[in-house]
């Protein structure tokens, strides 16, 4: 998929709040020690890294955004440390998850992977955005569950401009799809001073008892 203008614009712009310094407490699904991940980039990566305007996400990057806490001078640690438990409550309730990664596509500031089916993840949310009403009351849980498209991105844009090149990158080397299994979801303490995304893990929450 292609936006209809067919062309990027730079990801890298400061969205309300952001500056540099100031870090984020969010949920992500990471893939450490997932290898058909391993298999996904090695697909892609000769066909992105060829590519001006790109900045690819580094293996250790790779993350699946899944629902923001807040930013983390706003966040008292006795919250934190609520919300987790909370977390660990709801989330023993679920089942490890198996998803489809890929193929590859683009969107207007990325290159990213859809994860299906979408419902699996979501359901991790939703435990998740109980966790943060448990602490904080329902109208208070932060983002919004509209439009949520669970994804892995590749690579972000870093520049205004047309986006044929990539897209025929990515069609020469044709799609790939990959089953991922996962068993937990992780807190972690974001930022994005050095236009790339770079966290520390706060903790590790399994899914299932």
């Known amino acids: 998929m292609i936006d209809s203008s067919g062309s990027m614009t730079n990801h890298w712009w400061w969205r309300p709040g952001w500056r540099v310094g100031r870090s984020f407490y969010a949920w992500h699904f990471t893939f450490d020690d997932q290898l058909p991940m391993d298999h996904l980039m090695s697909h892609y990566a000769a066909a992105l890294s060829a590519r001006k305007g790109l900045d690819l996400v580094s293996r250790s990057g790779l993350h699946l955004t899944t629902q923001g806490v807040g930013f983390a001078d706003e966040v008292s640690a006795s919250d934190v440390g609520r919300i987790v438990d909370q977390a660990r409550r709801h989330c023993a309730t679920l089942t490890p998850l198996a998803v489809n990664v890929g193929p590859a596509h683009i969107e207007p500031e990325t290159v990213k992977m859809l994860v299906l089916p979408a419902e699996a993840i979501i359901q991790v949310r939703l435990a998740l955005r109980r966790a943060i009403g448990d602490v904080w009351g329902e109208s208070k849980v932060p983002e919004s569950m509209a439009n949520f498209r669970p994804h892995v991105t590749l690579a972000y844009s870093n520049v205004n401009g047309p986006s044929g090149e990539i897209l025929a990158a990515l069609e020469a080397c ?16 974001l930022n994005r001073d050095h236009k790339r995304y770079e966290w520390s893990e706060v903790v590790k929450v399994q899914l299932g008892s």
Request: hydrophobic share 40%; net charge positive.
């Open 174 to 189: 044709g799609p790939r799809v990959e089953r991922v299994k996962i068993h937990s979801v992780s807190l972690i303490d």
